[in-house]
């Protein structure tokens, strides 16, 4: 599923295609993803041109210059793929349309965007620019973890009296916007804390810790994420999926990395999803 920095790598990597063109058509191949597409999707997005390619939490906002903001979420499945782009950035072919290509966009520099997603929990919205803050999907966000609004004093706060454990907590959209399950791994395994721990048992030292360590693990990843994107012109046209050396995730079984510590990386089930560990590093 992709996470914060994946949704961040194919951002940078549409902007080529997207920022300052117009989408000269729209096919919208089926009534709904996740939800039912707005009305007369295809119309509105035909003739406008993007202004900017935004990111809040895992959703793209594409400000178009109708006046409306389209949202893009890749669900559990969606890809974007771009092909035939004239400035030589992308050299890719425009494929034959597959079977889950269900939004397509040709802009009119001759790239074709193509949103695949074969499980359809993905979803598009449209909403008049400058109302994110009312959209049901992005209302309630917590701070983004990359901004200046996500800080200690933020954390310490938010934290404080949680009886759920950490992990669960640092899931919490609330809390901090756009964290997932693979780099909140990451995170609690470089903080030293337990995933089960309950947040209100962390020291506030403790806690406040955890933002530079936030945005150090999620900045790594994006910056291996930029760096497939310089690749791409090998790769099959699809954004955002990259390789990434996880010191934990995955890892079950597999020797600690860090230094002298004897002991193996251990999997626990917690609401439903694993949490990787090491049960010596992590208290
Ligand atoms: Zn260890």
Redesign the pocket.
Known sequence: MPELPEVETVRRGLEPSMTGEKILRADVNRPDLRWPFPERMAERLTGATVLQLRRRSKYILADLDSAETLLIHLGMSGRMTVSGDPLGQFVHEHPAQGKHDHVVFHMKNGARITFNDPRRFGAMDLMATGAEGTHPLLAKLGPEPLGNSFSEDHLIAALKGKNSPIKSALLDQHIVAGLGNIYVCEVLFRAGIHPARKASRISEARIAALVPIIREVLLEAIDAGGSSLKDFRQADGELGYFQHNFRVYGREGQP?V?PD?A?GIKRITQSGRSSFF?P??QR
């Open positions: 600690c860090t510590c002991s090491c010596s590093c």
